[in-house]
């Protein structure tokens, strides 16, 4: 049998505010535990809950960026359940009347372009932490981040694979943090997503029965977990077993989902409206106040980047996967004209640097100024490919301006074509045996000549030049 994967992302993404969503407590990462959990985060007897506009504003902007329906009046409601590190006894959160309903967001699967619509967004406060490492035969419960301000935000069932899950995830990723209303970072659980997963035959229209994956905080985690969670399932289903709804936890040792607990509907945390809390009413002035703030968002940019400087739209979508990528790409290539070279530099060799010095674009030993100076001395034919790389070498070591270290290492391509004709003469006296394959049809003796004139000049040589005047030479 032929199996169907559908998959549906919840993201906990913590809005980026000083303060936590109904408190004045701090939401700065690391602090001594419970340090930050005030009077009203632990839910001390008389005292009352007050809704941080930021987080509203936050909420709002990012319904603004997707498209979406923005509840004029949304509600709080109080969902209940018991567990250590909720000291409420409760979570407020917006289950009835969310602050943004529908909305889209545009996803790139290697060539493919998709749409994943998204049901909700709704604001939630966290939980705290429970802590188990450090404890021998019990837990300690952190109290700092109840009360941090969260957005939820849920897509449809539309995804079907891994893959897609990835980037649909990736692009939320991006959209957060380049709109501001989240610093992205994983390992602080900033943005934590949990994935519904479930298969069914091909063809079937009724959905699955869909296990939870929670808590995962790494891209790579997410689709190591739905691959192996797909191979559970079917395999299951192909034995005779059935599934039963569950949340589950990956394991990102071994690899695997383990049963965490039967999974819970909304009946069953009861949910109410908040009497503490009022209805958030939104206006048109406030709404178009916080338009006004947005940036030009990667969709739009994406587009204009394929208009201004000519790149593929796989280029284009690479090239804002963040806004320091996108800002640095496009003052490079003002700085070069050449947006395309400038886009195949970005995403190559500097790419591979930063990659393999593991830092970010934001720490990039090379300026953008610097790699599009580059950039114009390869298009002016100053250099050719090969010593433009010894050039950027030079850039990254933090070697001086571009035409210093020209200068200084001797790296300008030749350009003198009477220098030129002489290396293409000696090297043809000096392989006669190649000149003769080549004319007697065999084209690779060709390649093996350019090589033999690149090696006596040192690779200075213009290999267009090369190409044309050996050929002309050889067939003249």
């Not at 889209?104 to 709704?122: F, M, Y």
């Not at 694979?161 to 659980?189: F, K, P």
């Not at 250099?383 to 790389?389: I, R, T």
């Not at 020209?406 to 006669?432: F, H």
């Amino acid at each position: 049998m032929k199996w169907e994967t559908v998959i549906g992302l919840e993201v906990h993404t913590q809005l980026a505010t000083r303060s936590k969503i109904f408190s004045g407590s701090s939401t700065a990462f690391g602090a001594a535990p419970n340090t930050q959990a005030s009077a009203v985060d632990i839910a001390l007897p008389g005292v009352l809950p007050v809704l941080n506009k930021s987080a509203v504003e936050c909420a709002i902007k990012f319904g603004l960026a997707i498209g979406a329906t923005l509840n004029r009046i949304n509600v709080f409601d109080r969902k209940n359940y018991f567990y250590p590190d909720l000291p409420k006894g409760y979570q407020i959160s917006q289950l009835a009347k969310p602050i943004v309903e529908g909305g889209a967001l545009t996803i790139q699967v290697g060539d493919s372009e998709r749409t994943i619509n998204l049901t909700r967004a709704h604001m939630e406060e966290d939980a705290g932490k429970s802590l188990h490492e450090d404890f021998h035969g019990m837990s300690g419960i952190d109290l700092n981040r109840a009360g941090t301000p969260l957005l939820e935000i849920v897509s449809e069932p539309e995804m079907r694979s891994s893959a897609e899950a990835v980037a649909y995830a990736r692009a939320l990723h991006t959209l957060v943090t380049w709109i501001g209303i989240c610093d992205g970072n994983m390992q602080e659980g900033s943005f934590r997503v949990d994935a519904n997963v479930s298969v069914r035959p091909v063809g079937q229209a009724e959905f699955g029965t869909r296990r939870e994956i929670k808590n995962l905080n790494s891209f790579k985690f997410l689709q190591q977990a739905i691959d192996y969670e797909v191979r559970w399932q079917i395999e299951t289903l192909e034995d005779g077993g059935r599934i039963e709804q569950a949340t589950v936890l990956f394991d990102p040792d071994s690899g695997e989902t383990r049963m965490m607990r039967s999974k819970e509907d909304a009946h069953d945390y009861r949910y109410f409206p908040d009497p503490d809390l009022l209805p958030v009413k939104l206006d048109e002035d406030w709404i178009e106040q916080v338009r006004a703030t947005l940036p030009e968002l990667p969709a739009a940019m994406q587009a204009r980047f394929q208009s201004e400087y000519g790149v593929s739209p796989y280029d284009a979508a690479v090239l804002t996967g963040s806004r320091a990528l996108a800002d640095y790409f496009e003052a490079a290539a003002k700085a070069c004209g050449q947006g395309k070279l400038a886009a195949n530099w970005v995403m190559g060799e500097l790419s591979a640097a930063l990659n393999k010095a593991d830092l970010g674009i934001e720490q990039s030993p090379v300026s953008a100024a610097h790699l599009g100076a580059l950039i114009a001395r390869i298009h002016d034919g100053t250099l050719s490919g090969k010593l433009a790389k010894q050039v950027f070498e030079g850039l990254w070591e933090g070697a001086g301006e571009v035409d210093a270290i020209i200068e200084a290492r001797g790296l300008k391509q030749m350009s003198d074509s009477g220098e030129l004709e002489k290396i293409i003469d000696e090297v043809m006296a000096a392989n006669a045996k190649s000149v003769e394959e080549f004319r007697s049809g065999k084209e690779k003796a060709f390649n093996a000549l350019v090589g033999q004139v690149m090696k006596a000049s040192k690779g200075k040589a213009n290999p267009a030049q090369v190409n044309e005047s050996l050929r002309k030479k050889l067939t003249g």
